[in-house]
T-cell receptor, first 115, second 107 residues
Framework: DAGVIQSPRHEVTEMGQEVTLRCKPI?????LFWYRQTMMRGLELLIY????????DSGMPEDRFSAKMPNASFSTLKIQPSEPRDSAVYFC?????????????FGPGTRLTVL | GQQLNQSPQSMFIQEGEDVSMNCTSS?????WLWYKQEPGEGPVLLIA?????ELTSNGRLTAQFGITRKDSFLNISASIPSDVGIYFC???????FGTGTSLTVIP
């Protein structure tokens, strides 16, 4: 199994540009999470999907952030326009819907730098 | 929102020493999770705890679910260099993660 795949691994962009982060969950997993990790705020949940449907997006910081999951094997997190304070590592994780504590698999992350 | 505080924030220990860290929450949990994150990678689940007072081991790692259900503890025995990383606690739904404990093992 290839695990959770994220692309790109690194992204450097200028303030105001649109950024799209991509995630392919593990095949058969029906729950997908997007997290942001920074030194100041740690690991924060942005949004999660069950069966491709967004369930809770209360962690999305602003309207500049949006996430989609058009099918079970692909999700995107878009930032438009990007700002320097969006610089962070963004993780995607997937799991199956079998209750609390079910093992969640994280991708390697995308390190975003906004200049 | 939920706050999970971990202590200590960082640890520098000699290889072979035992390690103890803990996590406290502002509210009661029904499940506690412990993760390890190595540089450049995503967190990996180490141990899951489902019942107050539960003690669970995974090799040299032992974790306990506090009886108040507001805390949890992780111990690593006989540390080795590959234990280096950041250890996080989390709630069972993986909605909230702790502030992390950074572990450095000196050979």
């Amino acid at each position: 199994d290839a695990g959770v795949i994220q692309s790109p691994r690194h992204e450097v962009t200028e303030m105001g540009q649109e950024v799209t982060l991509r995630c392919k969950p593990i095949s058969g997993h029906n729950s997908l999470f997007w997290y942001r990790q920074t030194m100041m705020r740690g690991l924060e949940l942005l949004i999660y999907f069950n069966n491709n449907v967004p369930i809770d997006d209360s962690g999305m910081p602003e309207d500049r952030f949006s996430a989609k999951m058009p099918n079970a094997s692909f999700s995107t997190l878009k930032i438009q326009p990007s700002e320097p304070r969006d610089s962070a590592v963004y993780f995607c994780a997937s799991t199956t819907l079998t209750g609390p504590g079910n093992k969640q698999f994280f991708g390697p992350g995308t390190r975003l730098t906004v200049l | 929102g939920q706050q999970l505080n971990q202590s200590p924030q960082s640890m520098f220990i000699q290889e072979g020493e035992d390690v103890s860290m803990n996590c406290t929450s502002s509210s009661i949990f029904n499940t506690w999770l412990w993760y390890k994150q190595e540089p450049g990678e995503g967190p990996v689940l180490l141990i899951a705890l489902y019942k107050a007072g539960e003690l669970t081991s995974n090799g040299r790692l032992t974790a306990q679910f506090g009886i108040t259900r507001k805390d949890s503890f992780l111990n690593i025995s006989a540390s080795i260099p590959s234990d280096v990383g950041i250890y996080f606690c989390a709630d069972g739904n993986q909605f909230y993660f702790g502030t992390g404990t950074s572990l450095t093992v000196i050979p």
